[in-house]
């Protein structure tokens, strides 16, 4: 249990913690532009896989930057056909969405079969590269503790500094820009900024397309630096925890954030588990973020229903 | 000098054929009022959708300041100097007042959207149209006359020269319309041009200065409002002279329904009905007067089982409600006409016969052992069609291929098919045509002939004044008034309770209570 | 007289809605397979002999036939399920997790004494519907009594389920030394018995119509059918007619798990396998969101898709196998066959084929466009 304790509050687990959170943390953004703006984007899982498998290629043949740039646009491209789809022709946008899905889950092993010329399973072969950590040593001059800012904030991905940005961003897009005003009301009553003149389907056009660029870079980090490389499946269901984070977060970027480090804390923790615990089986520790996932909906779900129901009585 | 909008020979037919438009003519000179009239589906709203950029029409040409121009969205005419002030308002409930008046053309300073600036305009604005609203609270929280004003606000804040007003009216009780004429003629003092779209005459002589009569898609006429009267008006409207009529109830029954000391609570918690208590005899009809949204709707769901009570409890034939399931007040003789009728009172997926026997699945005539007996369900929806003539396909056609008219007639159907104790009504004849109407009206009085006891509520006041036995007032949730209806109940009377304004004693509302 | 009359119109109407229907899906398939051919054509190096696998490959002989309608069987199960759920307007994805908690049940009947008795299959079969019941009932209570997500609810599921059958299969049902993560054989009384000697064709099949049988008379023929219907209309409808939705709801959730469950037992007491191994499933339990879609949700329809799509399926297994080109590019086909499928695109060219032939198009342009 010491020992427990003890890698739990190390910085190296800190930083493992925001390793894990990362990815969870961009797609949960990518589903929260587009629940906010009104539809629910079941696609996350296939956006993640797409945008892993596009960095992971291009990295071979070009700079990592141009690599993450690729992937979202990739995200993006899956966001206009999810658009195209659900606002053109009108399709049910989870039928859409887990269309996506399937073609993700196929079409990513059919091109990493021609990308190695055979290989299924992983792109192993691929001189494929990785994203820098941001190297913060020279915090290390401060006196006191210049040391232990070294420790917390040095070695994280630079992506990982992106989606902490990115919270800010997104929040600020949605609360102090008219656009994000626009967004919003589309999401609540799009009757509203139809009368006002407002493109309504534009925007949500445009939300899908930045909820996949953003799943899409969340499969980048992941591909390009928690793991170098594609496998087949490798989002493993995250896209799909970050469904259940947007909700958990209560439909505000904080409240993603604060969601996907609960879910990436989970992760990290069946990182460290089988060093600290071998007597623990494997697989049962692969399932606790997915386990999480579950007990947080039920919980918050339960919570707000009894919220609800609290506000009932006491008005009585 | 050119009018300043005018309409010529417009056509608009929606796919799957229905015309809704057929040679329009329309003119509108600056700085007047000018009403648009016409029955319910006579075509007035696709006109205005056309006016708007909502619809684009078939034939015909728009004429703003005698040039030509075509609108392909609300956007263009929004820019033209045209706002709309729609029936259901487009207001997003979360967002603030002045959040929603700016939408779509925000002030910024960069890109961030400049609040202050926003609460200012709207601030200054309400001030020069007489239109006060406090820009701050969630809009949702507003009741609808203070919403309408928000509407009508968004309109200005564009700089709209023409206001478009979509039976304003509806929603609102006599003195809010008062109200809300007063900020007309303000707006036509300030130059602004307002076209009003209405069916209710007297409103229409009071506030207009210049009517255009609408029949059945095409325009009829155009008079000067002083030239007019209300009896010609309606001639014009319909063809023919009719007076809706309907009789009262002959004789009066047994206690059937008691209501006492009801409560019921919101979501949010908010008080929706307080401390009502109620009678309704059987074989007769009792109306619900009110503004919308003083719980007339909630009163009727409680009692139909559709929502908690709070405190009290509401006895059907001495029995009371409360321990039994919506199926069970069903079998125990109520039945309900919902308010809506597309989003509760029909599956329009499903086909006639399966909306008519959807309340009757715990029935051995038509389910045993679980199991469907289909020829049972069959006749039985043959025999309504006929008895209710529902003009339809046949029994296995969706009720989303009906009318609005005749899908209001298989809830009735429904409804009325057996003979109930206690029928529950709510908005009988929202956007049924005048035949339809007629039908459904001459329904509801031969099940209180037969015996039922009726709580009926309307928004059309004409509609209660015509139907109802007894009326009651309720305001914020209570009764505020009860009336035995005769022929010298105004509407004006009604009025002043439905605003809160004045209030009965109880020993006042004795009578009409019993 | 006149009734009569409109019964003829309504079963014409109903017949054109059917051809309507069936035109489409024929038109999204050849579209798919169209797109299939490009991809194909672009990166094989033998473009026309792998399409040509793909499109003869399952009925060359016997063997690929019993594969191809094994298959169909599987489909036509998981189909039922998302129509189950689908008429009932839910969105659970929980097919897959349910298949592997209702194999692991069968396994533990088919690898217990049970299972070398008479009982073996009945009993297998029973407990996997159980188990597969009981996991679809889990994200339906979550939903009804605390509007927790049934789509994030079934999901994590899935992956939960996953890993226990992982977890199960490598620490109790393997023999000890064994470094395989498969069970011993199942024994004879335990595995469905061949209908074909020599394929995989096995009592499977006959589970399979069956249950499109019983979920047909269920849906069409029984109270609780025209509830879950009505539910899946209009919610608020429903409630307001008396019928309770959220029971409606989480039994629908429950009758589609134990269909998967149901599929769990096929999978691993069927001729194909005989054992528990992990990961049997093999992704197959999603595509029932295709087959469900294509079939609008109606039972009668599913197994007709699924022969279809099985066809096509069995022929990318065997292009895999013969020819340089992976199954895996039939995800693409699936995917553009359920977005053209589930959304508003028209035949194309029928306008054109219509002017062509000279008829007036208009009458049906115009329903089509108000529907």
Known sequence: MIELFMTVFSATFFVTVVRTSTPLLLSTLGGLVADLSGALNVALEGMMLVGCLTAVIVSVFAPWYIAVLAAIAAGALLGAVMAFFHLRLKADIILVGFAINIFAAGGTVFALTLATGGDKGTSINLPSKAIPALDLSFLGVIPGIGHTLVQFLSGHSILSWVAAFLVFAIWYFLYRTPWGLWLRGVGEYPAAPEAAGIPVNAIRAWSLLVSGGLAALGGAQLAMFNYVGFTRDMTAGRGFIALGAVLLGARHPVGALLAALLFGFFEALAVVLPGLFNWIPAELIRMIPFIVTVLALVLFSYRALRARQLRTLSKI | MAPLLQAIDIGKTYPGGVVANNGVNLTINAGEVHAVVGENGAGKSTLMKILFGIERPDRGTLLLDGKPVNFTNPREAIDAGIGMVFQHFSLVPSFSVYENVVLGSEPRTGVRFDRQQAIEAVRALSEKFRLSVDPLPPVGQLPVGQQQRVEILKALYRDARILILDEPTAVLAPQEVEELFVAVRALVEQGRTVIFIAHKLPEVLEISDRITVMRAGKSVGEVAAREVTEKSLAAMMVGREVALRVDRAANQGALACEIKALKVTGENGATLVDDLNLRVHAGEIVGLVGVEGNGQSELLEAVAGLRPIAEGVAYLNGKSLAPLTILERRAAGLASIPEDRLARGLATGASVAENLVATRLDDRRYVRNGLLDLKAIKANTEKLIERFSIRVGGPGAAVGTLSGGNMQKVVVARELSEQPKLLLVNQPTRGVDLGATQFIWRSLTEARDAGAAVLLSSADLSELLALADRLVVLYRGKIVAAFVNSDDLTPETLGTYMLGIATQTPAEMQGALR | ?371
């Open chain 3, 1 to 371: 007289m006149s009734m009569t009359t409109e019964a003829v119109l309504g079963r014409q109407a109903r017949w054109a809605n059917i051809r309507r229907e069936t035109g489409r899906a024929l038109a999204a398939a050849i579209i798919a397979l169209g797109v299939a051919f490009v991809i194909i054509l672009l990166t094989s190096k033998a473009p026309l002999e792998a399409f040509n696998v793909l499109l003869t490959a399952p009925i060359s002989r016997p063997r690929t036939i019993g594969l191809w309608i094994d298959d169909v069987a599987k489909l036509t199960i998981t189909g039922l399920a998302f129509s189950l759920v689908f008429q009932a307007r839910q969105f659970s994805m929980g097919v897959q997790g349910q298949v592997y908690v209702g194999g692991l049940a069968a396994a533990y009947i088919a690898l217990s004494p049970i299972g070398a008795t008479w009982l073996g299959i009945p009993l297998g079969v029973f407990c996997a519907m159980i188990a597969g019941g009981f996991y679809g009932f889990l994200p339906g209570i979550a939903k009804a009594k605390l509007g927790a997500n049934e789509i994030v609810s079934s999901l994590m599921l899935n992956y939960i389920a996953i890993e226990l059958c992982n977890y199960l299969v490598r620490t109790q049902l393997v023999p000890p030394g064994s470094g395989v993560l498969t069970t011993n054989d199942f024994p004879a009384t335990a595995v469905f018995p061949a209908l074909v000697a020599g394929t995989r064709i096995d009592i499977g099949l006959i589970f399979a119509i069956v249950a499109v049988l019983a979920v047909w008379f269920a849906l069409y023929r029984t109270a609780w059918g025209l509830k879950l219907r009505l539910v899946g209309h209009n919610a608020q409808f429903a409630e307001y007619s008396g019928i309770r939705s959220t029971v409606i709801m989480v039994s629908a959730m429950t009758v589609a798990g134990a269909l998967g469950g149901l599929l769990g037992a096929m999978f691993v007491q069927g001729q194909s396998y005989g054992k528990l191994t992990i990961l049997f499933e093999g992704g197959l339990a999603f595509e029932g969101i295709l087959i469900a879609i294509v079939a609008r949700s109606r039972p009668l329809a599913v197994p007709v898709v699924a022969l279809f799509y099985g066809y096509l399926r069995q022929g990318a297994q065997l292009m895999n196998i013969r020819t340089d080109v992976p199954s895996e590019v039939i995800g693409v086909v699936t995917a553009i066959i359920i977005l053209l499928v589930a959304s508003s695109f028209s035949m194309p060219g029928r306008k054109f084929f219509a002017r062509l032939l000279g008829r007036d198009t208009t009458p049906a342009a115009a329903m089509e466009a108000g529907k």
